[in-house]
């Protein structure tokens, strides 16, 4: 258990601001150290203004699934955020400035012994380092239908991925696949819905997605309202299409 020696160094190190990365098992320990610390923290915090004159933060986040963004503040120290991944582009670093790596002692041994440990094994890639995600809505009819979507992804150079009912409801793709509020928070560049309403729930985890394409047959749909490209057609007529024109242009 890292918290109570991470939480040790930050109590000598006094920093003003502590970032933690926004990963499932981060995120978890921040709220953690947070605590121990007694002091507040901004999760999924997506931006962030410093004041360069008393080093208060100012943080933003979605909250309401995405409808709207909150500004937050922390009036304790350090001001602790959580930052989901790909949030910021890799930075170049700063001329010759150099940080500095520690390694901090191991945590002291509890009464649990690690026996054994394995890499999980992923039944399916992470969509959020995607480039190009190829999303699959409830307006796919059958599971084999999946073969088409399959297709296409391939001959883009795409991940596949869902809405949720797809994958809890339908179980057709892993649960890691699934995006939005409750799954994953993506950022490809170009996202392509297929059969896709564009519920708050679902659209929240495409906010930051470069381009957002979506076909679907009703012309009312509210994923048509964040689109950058809509095209309103019956994904059965439209996708072999697509797939034939990309063969073409990319000469697969
Ligand atoms: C607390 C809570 C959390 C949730 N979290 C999430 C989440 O994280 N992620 C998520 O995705 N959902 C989430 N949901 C569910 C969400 O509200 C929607 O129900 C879900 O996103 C809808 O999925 P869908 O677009 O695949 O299906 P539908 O809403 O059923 O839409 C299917 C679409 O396909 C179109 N269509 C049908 N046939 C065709 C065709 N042949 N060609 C073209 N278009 C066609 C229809 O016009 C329709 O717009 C959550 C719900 C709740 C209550």
Not at 98 to 103: A, L, T
Not at 211 to 228: G, Y
């Amino acid at each position: 258990d890292y918290v109570p020696v991470i939480t040790e160094e930050v109590r000598q190190g006094d920093p003003d601001l502590f970032l933690v990365a926004g990963t499932p098992r981060l995120k978890e320990m921040a709220a953690r150290m947070a605590a121990r610390l007694d002091t507040g923290l901004c999760s999924g915090c997506l931006s962030l203004k410093i004041d360069a004159v008393d080093k208060s933060v100012s943080m933003e986040r979605l909250v309401y699934g995405g409808a709207a963004v909150q500004t937050v503040t922390c009036s304790t120290r350090p001001q602790m955020a959580t930052i989901p991944p790909r949030t910021y582009g890799i930075a170049v670093a700063p001329g010759k400035r150099e940080g500095q790596i520690r390694e901090l002692a191991a945590p002291s041994a509890g009464k649990m012994k690690i026996i054994d440990r394995k890499p999980r094994t992923r039944q399916s890639v992470d969509i959020t380092e995607a480039r190009i995600l190829v999303c699959v809505g409830r307006g796919l009819e059958n599971q084999q239908d999946m073969q088409m979507v399959q297709e296409l992804a391939e001959v883009m150079g795409a991940e596949i991925a869902c809405t949720r009912p797809i994958a809890e409801e339908m179980h057709w793709l892993p649960e890691e696949t699934y995006i939005g509020i409750s799954g994953k928070q993506v950022k490809p560049d170009l996202y392509i819905g297929l059969g896709v309403s564009g519920q708050i729930q679902h659209v929240s985890g495409i906010r930051d997605a470069r381009v957002i394409c979506a076909i679907n047959r009703d012309e009312n749909a509210p994923i048509f309202e964040v689109s950058d490209l809509g095209l309103v057609g019956d994904i059965y007529t439209v996708l072999p299409e697509m797939i034939k024109q990309f063969k073409q242009a990319l000469k697969k």
